[in-house]
């Protein structure tokens, strides 16, 4: 939660990720979870970063590239996102995955929390 507090700018939500995010939060705390996460979103919070038709064969080309990984759908969206904005920070707690890959446009992320 610090990270949330801490955070400059806007915090952006890939769109993909909004499933697992709902998915985890009913699971392990309930319902409420989600409602507050939903209700989190717009002024100072969280903002949904959209895919753009562009961005699925780059999403493509990193799941064939890390297939033995294997990467996934949900954080390939997350790197073209990320490789898209041009940003440099990306908060995960799959800090395995996102160590492995290397983006375009940097040399790697700078993975939060760190």
């Not at 995960?92 to 446009?105: A, G, K, S």
């Amino acid at each position: 939660m610090r990270l949330l507090r801490q955070a400059e700018g806007p915090l952006l939500v890939p769109s993909p990720v909004m499933g697992e995010v709902g998915y985890l939060l009913e699971s392990r705390v309930g319902p409420q979870a989600e409602v507050t996460f939903l209700r989190s979103f717009g002024r100072n919070g969280f903002h949904v970063a959209e895919l753009a038709d562009e961005d699925i064969p780059r999403m493509a080309e990193l799941v064939e590239r890390y297939i033995d990984l294997p990467l996934g759908l949900v954080d390939a969206a997350v790197i073209t996102i990320a490789e898209r904005l041009g940003l440099r920070e990306v908060a995960t707690t799959d800090q395995r995955h996102f160590r492995v890959v290397r983006p375009r446009h940097v040399e790697a992320f700078t993975l939060l929390p760190g």
